[in-house]
């Protein structure tokens, strides 16, 4: 019989204490598992590293976004302020103009508000004063008209047809733009935009003169062409109109006396 622990038949006898004597040895890893975990750890921190990237990335986008927006409305607001304060002043500026042209001279704030639609608080928060109101609307109105001149082909057909197109067109524009010339002439000196605009109004209807007969002017000698030229302009301009009318001279007479004016002038040169 066997005893546990004793040495079988031609085996060499061990020691043994009753308990079977053991070694411990510590586990190591194969050499590709530590380079797989190495491997990983770097990823790992890569990722780490790219999302705290992302992160930044987008806080710092989202940051410059709600700054472009905030910008954005904020111009947007003052844009709409600014549009609605000049959309008031233009309507108030088209009031004035309307009053004068229709007879009621320099306009008083209750005629400009009521025809406006508009508060007196609001008039005076589109123009400082009074006289900012009427500088605004004479400037405005000359530059306006001046591009009401045209002569209906200007410088073609026979004299008699240049004589009364160019007459006619003349009258019809003083007519309309009277009650506002008259009040521009009597307050350019106080208006520098309105003396300028009545002054290249002169000249655009002085150019039309020139244009108009320039078949004829241009078959004279000097000083005669300028003698013919500078009567033409003066007899058709605004300032005779304006006399003849306070002298009480009806609109045809007025063409009538023009007509023949020239015709004599032209016909007999």
């Not at 607001?77 to 088209?94: A, F, H, L, S, T």
């Not at 007879?103 to 609001?122: C, D, I, K, L």
């Not at 002569?151 to 004589?163: A, E, F, I, K, M």
């Not at 003349?170 to 309309?176: D, G, M, S, T, Y």
Request: charged share 25%; net charge positive; aromatic share 6%.
């Amino acid at each position: 019989m066997t005893t546990f622990g004793a040495a079988g038949p031609g085996s060499t006898p061990r020691s043994n204490d009753g308990a079977e004597s053991a070694t411990v040895r510590p586990i190591v890893a194969p050499v590709d598992s530590q380079e797989s975990s190495v491997a990983m750890g770097k990823l790992c921190c890569s990722r780490m590293r790219l999302s705290r990237t992302f992160e930044s990335i987008t806080l710092k986008n989202l940051r410059a976004h709600l700054e472009m927006t905030m910008t954005n409305s904020t111009t947007a607001r003052n844009d709409g302020r600014r549009q609605r304060r000049e959309d008031g002043r233009n309507k108030v500026i088209d009031a004035a103009i309307s009053l004068v042209l229709d007879g009621h001279g320099v306009p008083s704030t209750e005629a400009v508000v009521e025809r406006a639609g508009v508060s007196s608080a609001s008039l005076f928060r589109y123009f400082e004063n009074l006289d900012d109101l009427r500088s605004s609307f004479i400037s405005r109105y000359f530059e306006r008209i001046e591009s009401a001149l045209a002569v209906d082909q200007l410088g073609t057909g026979g004299l008699s047809r240049r004589v009364s197109t160019l007459c006619t067109a003349r009258l019809e524009f003083f007519a309309l733009h009277e009650p506002m010339a008259t009040l521009g002439r009597t307050r350019r000196e106080e208006v520098p935009q309105a003396r300028d605009a009545i002054y290249r109004l002169r000249q655009g209807l002085n150019e039309q003169v020139l244009r108009q007969f320039e078949p004829e002017f241009s078959t004279m000698r000097q000083p005669h062409r300028r003698y013919c030229e500078t009567t033409i302009c003066s007899l058709t301009s605004f300032d005779s109109w304006s006399l003849m009318r306070a002298d009480g001279v009806d609109r045809d007479e007025i063409l009538r006396t023009w007509r023949f004016a020239i015709t004599r002038l032209l016909g007999n040169s």
